[in-house]
């Protein structure tokens, strides 16, 4: 089969670990070999060689997927990113909702993340809507990761100045390091000496989980909700025919502080409860804060009014 041929080589040439790669590649063959992959439609062969993969290597970003239709004409790299920046665009850049919630807490669901270059003024527009709010919750339940600059760009957000070293990325084809720390400029402004609360469950993925690990390694977020999935190595994505592409892992992530990071054991958080608890559990914890600092009256009673009505 030579798309599973083509998506094996591309495996054994980028894949961070190799060793692990020849494990890839011979368990794979083997399924080949046994008549495991004949026959079947693209759906399912990308989920029988995807198991496979996490089968034998535990790498959830390690995939044979199939191609978004929006994605099937590109046949370059350039064009295959210009496909995936105009899906981030109309998707406004995985910014699900911004709002000021009843008691002055900011609240951004955020379902995945954008490159700076493609998101950035939709990201600083979301930041400058809650500027004023007495606590702000970020809901990456549904967060799929995305782009490691993204990342930092949100996280800048929350520091005061350039000095905070966030994640480190080893870049597996030449061998270097990459340090992320806090950004020097932001088009807006931080969001400081401010509480914040990280919702995560177990769907949260990759730059997500990044997210919220640099936030709670950092001690500048409450993580509530549900273990992560526990994806931290940096994905690139190759087409191997017109409808099927595979996902390698080319980079890992190391963060300054703890030494790892969150690769097959997820992002724990600091008060767990089911993923669908986790909103209400911060908005009342927030309230609270509110409540214990807020000098408005009129903020203060409709903190007070929130809480009662959240129980």
Known sequence: MQLLHDALALVRQQYIFPDVAAEVIAAAEAGAAAGDFDGLDD???????????????????LRLLVRSPD?????????????WAEAQ?????????????D??????????????????TAIAAAMELVTHTGALIFDLRRNRGGDPEGVQ??????????????NDI????TSSTRQFWTLAYLPGRRYLDRPVYVLTSSFTFSGGEEFAYNLKALGRATLIGEVTRGGAHPTRRFPVSATLEVAVPNARSINPVTGTNWEGTGVVPDVATPAEEALPVAYRTALR???????????LAEAQEALTAAG
């Open 43 to 61: 759906e399912t062969l990308a989920a029988r060689v995807t198991e496979v993969f996490h089968a034998t290597s535990g790498d959830k970003h």
């Open 71 to 83: 994605h099937r004409t590109a046949t370059t790299e350039a064009e295959t990113e210009a496909a």
């Open 89 to 101: 665009r109309l998707g406004n850049h995985h910014i699900a909702a911004v709002q000021r919630l």
């Open 103 to 120: 008691g002055n807490i900011g609240y951004i669901d955020l379902r995945g993340i954008a490159s700076p270059g493609d998101g950035g």
């Open 153 to 166: 760009l949100w996280n800048s957000y929350l520091f005061p100045d350039s000095d905070t070293h966030l």
């Open 170 to 173: 080893y870049d597996g084809a």
């Open 289 to 299: 804060h509110v409540l214990s600092t807020a000098t408005s009256h009129a903020v």
